[in-house]
């Protein structure tokens, strides 16, 4: 047993959630490497000192994804855990507007980004490792005007599913969370609307929306060695919106 420093990659690190994972991480001596969309992006998470490291990386390009991981490797060494967290929002259009081409899009990023950050995460992650990947409550409850979104975290979630069944046997943990509506970039549309916020608020049995440093909480328990035996969960965070 060494002193090392834990490490953990995660993507889409720059904003929302996975800022805040990133922040509570690092602040808890964890060696953290973050991907955004932009250099801009990436550039401010590092001023703020929340990472260790970070790239610009489409998590929908395999070769971009692995490259991302032997760079950040080769300065913090093989990863303890991986929160493969980013992902996009889905039009917001009744089933029947939703065009072919943003549906494909939203499954390409949400859906396959997640399983090409798990076929690199695979080679790098140390055994015993933990895989935390971000669905939604929707996974578990569709929401209305949202069948893009809808499938794509459904999806998200039975990759998990097959990964823990999968990789179980090598050493890596492999657990999905379903967080409802926590304040961020992606959701600031909604709870800034006041009917929107009063219908989505009459549907989270607390009374309440979630906040980034709780997710960044649970994500920093599932990403430790300790949660091992949570192989194949899917953790919810909602404040009781999936029931």
């Not at 490497?33 to 703020?48: I, K, P």
């Not at 990472?51 to 760079?71: Q, S």
């Not at 080769?74 to 967290?85: K, L, P, Q, R, T």
């Not at 390409?108 to 090409?116: A, F």
Request: hydrophobic letters at 45%; glycine letters at 10%; proline letters at 4%.
């Amino acid at each position: 047993m060494t002193d090392r420093a834990r490490s953990v990659l995660i993507t889409g690190g720059t904003s929302g959630i996975g800022l805040a994972c990133a922040q509570h991480l690092s602040a808890s001596g964890i060696a953290v490497w973050v991907t955004g969309t932009s250099q801009h992006a990436v550039d401010a998470a590092l001023a703020a000192g929340v990472a260790r490291g970070g790239t610009v990386c489409d998590v929908t390009d395999l070769a971009a994804m692995i490259e991302t991981f032997d760079k950040a490797s080769s300065v913090i060494g093989e990863f303890d855990g991986v929160f493969a967290n980013a992902g996009i929002d889905g039009e917001g259009k009744p089933a029947e507007e939703i065009s072919a081409s943003s549906f494909r899009h939203v499954l390409d990023v949400n859906v396959v980004g997640v399983l090409i950050t798990a076929q690199a995460a695979h080679s790098y992650l140390r055994r015993p490792g933990q895989l935390v990947i971000n669905a939604s409550v929707n996974a578990l409850r569709p929401e209305r005007n949202f069948a893009d979104y809808n499938a794509s975290k459904a999806a998200t979630k039975s990759i998990a599913d097959t990964l823990a069944l999968e990789w179980a046997n090598e050493g890596i943990s492999v657990v999905a969370i379903a967080p409802g509506y926590i304040p961020s970039r992606m959701t600031q549309t909604y709870l800034e609307d006041p009917a929107a916020r009063d219908e989505l608020l009459a549907s989270i049995p607390i009374g309440r929306f979630g906040e980034p440093a709780e997710v960044a909480r649970l994500v920093s328990f599932l990403l430790d060695p300790a949660s091992a035996y949570l192989n194949g969960a899917t953790v919810s965070i909602d404040g009781g919106r999936h029931l």
